[in-house]
Nanobody, 122 residues
Framework: QVQLVESGGRSVQAGGSLRLSCVRSGRTFSRPLMGWFRQAPGKEREFVAAIHWTGGSTYYADSARPRFTISRDSTKNTVYLQMNSLKPEDTAVYYC???????????????WGQGTQVTVSS
């Protein structure tokens, strides 16, 4: 089992920045690929970014480049999503997820956090 707890979401004005955090615990060695997804109202959940915990390789959706940056802090067992120049269309619930990494970076996630709400106002 892997537990994921997100934080950092809040309301912000367009052009602002936020950093989301996701603390992982449990059998994290079995899930070395960490991803961020988001789901806007009335839309399907979409991939945002991912990072391989061991090697640090990163992957981004086109919509995330270049404003978003994913990173991790091994000492804190935490993955971050730095979001800059936020737009109203970034409004969504943001989820942290963990994958074995055996599939494509956008797929194979079987552990999810509860989500954190990001609201960007114009």
């Amino acid at each position: 089992q892997v537990q994921l707890v997100e934080s950092g979401g809040r309301s912000v004005q367009a052009g602002g920045s936020l950093r989301l955090s996701c603390v992982r615990s449990g059998r994290t060695f079995s899930r070395p690929l960490m991803g961020w997804f988001r789901q806007a109202p009335g839309k399907e959940r979409e991939f945002v970014a991912a990072i391989h915990w061991t090697g640090g390789s990163t992957y981004y959706a086109d919509s995330a480049r270049p404003r978003f940056t994913i990173s991790r802090d091994s000492t804190k067992n935490t993955v971050y999503l730095q979001m800059n120049s936020l737009k109203p269309e970034d409004t969504a619930v943001y989820y942290c997820a963990a994958s074995s990494g055996l599939d494509q970076p956008r797929l194979g996630y079987d552990y999810w956090g509860q989500g954190t709400q990001v609201t960007v106002s114009s």
